[in-house]
């Protein structure tokens, strides 16, 4: 069976240091993968996805990148963080087509 | 470009009480709907599905109709527990070529079940 891993499950990190969350996936291969922001009390925001290795689409412009090194692995990073990036970042894989997502247990990112 | 429609809340009920949560869809293509619920700290966990018209999802007691004709897809329960208190969000996915541009989340529903 397919499985997601996400970590850390919470981190906080002072304004201006770098971040790195990575997201691997098991038991599916060539998935598409999700990086989503989830703000207090708000919907979600589709931030990053990858349809393949080194294929990244970027939805919103911002302080955040994400990379796709191996077909099952996807990291979120960013140079310097700002107050703004504080939340709950979410991963998620799905198969082409018709299909539901499938998330992680998400990251709790508090800047400070 | 495709979009879904819920009701935002917080909706309130007492224990025992039936729910529904209303979801509207407009999309370009045939979509697959989902509901998702989310427990407080935790990611999204697929509830219930449907992927053709008149489908009807079922999972813990909860059930959702893909209606075409009136491109709704409503989460109903007979009668809820506290523990059913959690954000619900309604989604649908389209085939597109694969990528985000298939796979749409309205922007959920908080549910709080009162004893």
């Known amino acids: 069976s397919q499985t997601i891993h996400q970590w850390p499950a919470t981190l906080v990190q002072p304004v201006g240091s770098p971040l790195s969350l990575e997201c691997t996936v098991e038991?599916?291969?060539?998935?598409?993968l999700y990086w989503y922001r989830q703000a207090a009390g708000r919907g979600l925001q589709l931030l990053f996805y990858?349809?393949?290795?080194?294929?990244i689409s970027s939805e919103v412009p911002q302080n955040l990148s994400a990379s796709r090194p191996q077909d099952r692995q996807f990291i979120l990073s960013s140079k310097k963080l700002l107050l703004s990036d504080s939340g709950f970042y979410l991963c998620?894989?799905?198969?082409?087509?018709?299909?539901?997502?499938?998330f992680g247990q998400g990251t709790r990112l508090t800047v400070v | 470009g495709d979009s879904v429609t819920q009701m935002e809340g917080p909706v309130t009920l007492s224990e025992e009480a039936f729910l529904t949560i209303n979801c509207t869809y407009t999309?370009?293509?045939?979509?697959?709907l989902f509901w998702y619920v989310q427990y407080p700290g935790e990611g999204l966990q697929l509830l219930l599905k449907a992927t053709k018209a008149d489908d009807k999802g079922s999972n813990k007691g909860f059930e959702a109709t893909y209606r075409k004709e009136t491109t709704s897809f409503h989460l109903e329960k007979g009668s809820v527990q506290v523990s059913d208190s959690a954000v619900y969000f309604c989604a649908l996915s389209t085939y597109s070529g694969g990528g985000a541009d298939g796979l749409t989340f309205g922007k959920g529903t908080h549910l709080i079940i009162q004893p």
């Open positions: 998620a894989w799905r198969v082409t087509g018709n299909t539901e997502a499938f």
């Open positions: 999309a370009t293509g045939y979509p697959s």
């Open positions: 990858s349809v393949g290795i080194g294929q």
């Open positions: 038991g599916t291969s060539n998935p598409n």
